[in-house]
């Protein structure tokens, strides 16, 4: 059975950031892992506070550029129409330019676990 959420909140953070989750849903024949779709915007000079997820997020860039950190690894600036991919529980951060970025971003993990989990 296909478990599914659909929500159209879009909280905003202290730093303006923007974020809408379109889809949460079990992928079917796969136990205990969820999909979820958000669409995300990021102000201008904005660096998101350093983070991990219990699985992978492919980024597609909708507008504008965000340069992806990862901890130890090269830093990778995507721009409009590319798309970037975080590992399982790699740390990593979202930094932008003076144009800021929108965002589509796509999330496989384990069902029940946080969407993100914050580091100093």
Request: glycine share 10%.
């Amino acid at each position: 059975m296909l478990a599914l959420i659909i929500a159209n909140v879009t909280p905003v953070s202290a730093d303006g950031v923007k974020l809408e989750t379109l889809l949460k849903a079990q992928l079917e024949g796969v136990d205990g892992t969820e999909v979820i779709v958000s669409k995300v915007q990021i102000p201008a000079n904005t660096s998101l506070p350093k983070h991990w997820h219990p699985g992978e997020e492919f980024v597609y860039i909708l507008e504008g550029s965000v340069t992806l950190w990862q901890k130890d690894k090269k830093s990778i600036t995507g721009r409009t129409g590319e798309v970037l991919k975080v590992p399982l529980e790699q740390i990593h951060t979202g930094i932008t330019g003076n144009e800021g970025a929108s965002l589509l971003v796509f999330r496989v993990h384990e069902q029940g676990k946080p969407e993100r989990v914050m580091v100093e």
